[in-house]
């Protein structure tokens, strides 16, 4: 599970994306709205073997890699 609070609403056009980090790979784990600041994202992989976890502001509909510096990132 994923859980941040206190994000403001991306910019229009765009989006919040999930990073997985696998040491220095980035793998996207889908883009999100946020809910009043909160956002809770349930995952349907284990955490387990994972360096971290990042959220970048994307284009609508996400990126293949990360497109800004990490708005939010956890190790």
């Known amino acids: 599970m994923f859980v941040a609070e206190g ?3 991306p910019p229009y ?3 919040y994306q999930l990073w997985l980090l696998e040491g220095t790979e980035p793998v996207s ?3 999100f709205d946020v809910d009043d600041g909160w956002v809770v994202i ?10 971290g976890a990042a959220v ?3 284009p609508d509909g996400g990126s293949p890699e990360p497109t800004t510096d ?3 990132q956890t190790t």
Do not use: I, W
């Open 13 to 15: 056009g765009h989006a």
């Open 70 to 72: 990490p708005v939010v």
């Open 29 to 31: 784990a889908g883009t």
């Open 56 to 58: 970048t502001v994307a």
């Open 7 to 9: 994000l403001a609403d």
């Open 42 to 51: 349930e995952m349907d992989r284990s955490v387990e073997g994972l360096d």
